[in-house]
């Protein structure tokens, strides 16, 4: 992927493959976000100094577009609009079913296939994971008709951030 300037860009691509090999959800500050410590039996937030925490997705895909290939993490809001779920809910259903720990959800793999214009932060020093540069999703949308107009516009060309889709 192809992406010259910094700033915010919107990416029309397909979802090729989940990294399942990394864990699709982290322990969050309910309150924050952020990721929390473990202190013992329980967690603890830095920022807030609470103990109240939930799992918020963080799942790392590759995203094929007209121009090449990139790593792309998406976040607990994406993941949800997109799984119809929230990753608490998610862990609860594997827990129930008597999956172990580190079982990757179905759910998650089905992402694989999805096309959708992704909403992305570029910065000079983006990090590359194995040599491929990894960008945050920070909006999607997935609306067929939706691409296809972006597409029939802009040639399958990102574009910098300068109206929502």
Sequence with gaps: MKMKEDGKHWVCGEILAIDSYRDWYYISCKGCSRKVKSEGDS?????????????????????????????????????????????????????????????????????????????VQTKSETISYRGVPTFSVIGM???????????????????EDEDDF
């Design 43 to 119: 967690f603890r937030c830095g920022a807030c100094n609470t103990t109240e925490v939930v799992l918020r997705y963080k799942v790392n895909v590759r995203v094929m577009d007209e121009t090449g290939h990139a790593s792309f993490v998406f976040w607990d809001k994406e993941c949800t609009a997109l799984v119809g779920k929230t990753a608490n809910t998610l862990r609860e259903e594997i827990e129930k079913k008597g999956a172990g720990l580190y079982y990757f959800p179905v759910e998650i793999d089905a992402l694989v296939g999805i096309e959708g214009l992704f909403r």
């Design 141 to 159: 949308n997935c609306d067929p008709a939706v691409v296809g107009l972006y597409k029939s516009k802009n040639k399958g060309k990102a574009v």
